[in-house]
T-cell receptor, first 111, second 115 residues
Framework: QKEVEQDPGPLSVPEGAIVSLNCTYSNSAFQYFMWYRQYSRKGPELLMYTYSSGNKEDGRFTAQVDKSSKYISLFIRDSQPSDSATYLCAIENTGGFKTIFGAGTRLFVKA | EAQVTQNPRYLITVTGKKLTVTCSQNMNHEYMSWYRQDPGLGLRQIYYSMNVEVTDKGDVPEGYKVSRKEKRNFPLILESPSPNQTSLYFC??????????????FGSGTRLTVV
């Protein structure tokens, strides 16, 4: 079993839709939960992070962590074609040197 | 501009011919890491370094070497490349967490093909 499971998609939605991206993880020792966005032929870039359980909102993006069920979510409201990318969830230990990534979900937002 | 620079961007080589992929960061980050990205497997950590002269194995270290002689540089060495090392490689750096978590800053990637 992978330590972080993520549906690879692809996920295709119309412009303006609400997008829900999800991951599950198995190791409860990790305290930081991140979402990275990766455009084609680019390196991943940190989109959002949360520490422990709870929600965090940044503009159209909301990250959610439920440690009791080991479930990580990213919601994108009013999705735009520019949101088309691969989204990778990641868990990280305290100290930051051990990061485990999900396989990534490819998202296509159609104009 | 704050960045992680990898070179080369693309490399085709033959089995057994030693190669080095360079990585340099200009953000004075303590942590640096190498990942490989393969379809369906995502990003897997090869080696990481917590500071100068401090390195450790990640999840897939076999066939790779690293060194950290200077804070800004973290080269990845393949002593005898094999076709199963054909992949997209990323170097990344970060600071220890305190106020203002930054996560990893990634380079643009090196696409390596071993024939």
């Amino acid at each position: 079993q992978k330590e972080v499971e993520q549906d690879p998609g692809p996920l295709s939605v119309p412009e303006g839709a609400i997008v829900s991206l999800n991951c599950t993880y198995s190791n409860s020792a990790f305290q930081y939960f991140m979402w990275y966005r990766q455009y084609s032929r680019k390196g991943p870039e940190l989109l959002m992070y949360t520490y422990s359980s709870g929600n965090k909102e940044d503009g159209r993006f909301t990250a959610q962590v439920d440690k009791s069920s080991k479930y990580i979510s990213l919601f994108i409201r009013d999705s735009q074609p520019s949101d088309s990318a691969t989204y990778l969830c990641a868990i990280e230990n305290t100290g930051g040197f051990k990061t485990i990534f999900g396989a990534g979900t490819r998202l296509f937002v159609k104009a | 501009e704050a960045q992680v620079t990898q070179n080369p961007r693309y490399l085709i080589t033959v089995t057994g011919k030693k190669l080095t992929v360079t990585c340099s960061q200009n953000m004075n980050h303590e942590y640096m890491s190498w990942y490989r990205q393969d379809p369906g497997l995502g990003l897997r950590q090869i080696y990481y370094s917590m500071n100068v002269e401090v390195t450790d194995k990640g999840d897939v270290p076999e066939g790779y070497k690293v060194s950290r002689k200077e804070k800004r540089n973290f080269p990845l060495i393949l002593e005898s490349p094999s076709p199963n090392q054909t992949s997209l490689y990323f170097c990344a750096s970060s600071s220890p967490y305190g106020e203002g978590i930054s996560g990893y800053t990634f380079g643009s990637g090196t696409r390596l093909t071993v024939v």
